[in-house]
């Protein structure tokens, strides 16, 4: 299966970045990895069928759509969206938990879960979000994980909601 990865720019060049623009339609059946820039300029709209991972920038105010598997970060990490988003029925909301505040792993610290902070509208249409506990990691009654900042409007709802493993106290 073929996959898209693109990565951060070093410092020595310009590179790392996907842009769909000109009121341009991209459709990706395969997996896309985003750990650089993710542009959909305005007018333009991006479908994805497949995974989309990585804890790069989703940029632009154009619009996404999210049909397959959509997974926070390349373990826990905090993601900004400014595009327009909208979760399909069959699609996926991944995210990973493992501890008590939003960000990502090092090698030596992995105590955060994944967050997405929406600055555009969102619409949910019954997808899947599926939590997996990460690292060990297990939750404790009263404990709260704000896994959404909404900086727009926000609409719909899961249809499911799958937490793996399931705690058992």
Avoid at 30 to 41: A, E, P, R
Avoid at 96 to 117: N, R
């Amino acid at each position: 299966m073929p996959t898209i990865i693109f990565s951060a720019p070093s410092t020595k060049r310009r590179g790392g970045q996907l842009v769909i623009s000109g009121n341009g339609n991209a459709t990706f059946y395969d997996t896309v990895k985003n750990n650089g820039i993710l542009k959909v300029s305005t007018g333009s709209t991006a479908t994805f069928f497949g995974l989309v991972t990585g804890a790069g920038t989703y940029a632009g105010t154009g619009t996404s759509f999210y049909e397959g598997t959509f997974h926070v970060g390349n373990s826990p990490a905090v993601i900004n969206i400014d595009n327009a988003s909208v979760y399909d029925s069959s699609s996926i909301l991944s995210m990973d938990i493992a501890g008590l505040t939003p960000g990502g792993c090092t090698p030596s610290d992995c105590g955060h879960y994944a967050q997405i902070v929406f600055n555009n509208d969102v619409q949910f249409n019954g997808g899947e979000l599926k939590i997996d506990l990460y690292h060990g990691f297990s939750v404790q009654a009263g404990e709260i994980f704000d896994l959404f900042k909404f900086n727009g409007a926000h609409s719909g709802d899961f249809g499911t909601l799958l937490l793996r493993p399931w705690p058992t106290a």
